[in-house]
């Protein structure tokens, strides 16, 4: 996927692009000979597995799994990744319930390792979700790959409506990037200790705000509007002119 952005258009309108595509982009993706390659092995050997163990001793399979269930990034740890979700959703102890990464719980509830072995992974509902899920997620990394701007945006008019605390966005490096961004926050925040970052947050953005959609599209915006500005550093022309729209 090439990068709109790179050929000149505002970061916004790229943004405004991918979302009238749709599911049509992913559709596209789907068709795809690597892609079907790697659906093809997962359907064919999913129901071989018996175990975790199996699960994660396969690295093509552990690595559709993970991929659909976005921690395609914990390939490589795939030890923490094997324990927070062989744990329980309800243990308060549980890895996933420690981590601020909700990405893991997330993934728990798709998968349910820890509570019914392999047996929910290996439901036909469960395989069918999977498979779509994982084109979605590769859809998304070439996207963060070329625009990871439009990436971030996305990700957090998705999920801003499940941020529960200012710990949630400090955890989340997309939600960290968008709000901090969006806020005019200096990347400099991030060596205060992690109770200041939340109370310099705070001040500037009500929770309940994330509750509402047209705040969070807002926000978004505002927050791609800035993002073009640090690119083009074009400093107060007109996507400053854009950005007091916003205000």
Known sequence: MSSL???????????????????????????????????????????????????????????????????????????RAKRALSERMDDPDALMNRLSDKRFKNAARVLELGETGVATLKKPETIAELKDLYVKMRYDDDLRRSTPEVSYAKYFEKNAGGIENYFDILGDAQFREVVTKALGLPKELAYQDIDAQAAAIERRLSLDDLKKPEFVEKLTQRFLIMADQERQQQGFGAQSYLLNLFV
């Open 5 to 79: 952005a790179g050929f000149g258009l505002p970061i916004l309108t790229v943004y405004k692009l991918e979302k009238a595509k749709g599911d049509s982009a992913s559709d596209t993706l789907a068709k795809n000979a690597n892609i079907q390659r790697d659906i093809e092995y997962f359907s064919e050997n999913v129901g071989k597995v018996n175990s975790v163990d199996d699960l994660f001793g396969d690295y093509k399979l552990m690595s559709f799994v993970l991929h659909a269930v976005d921690l395609g990034t914990e390939i490589q740890f795939s030890g």
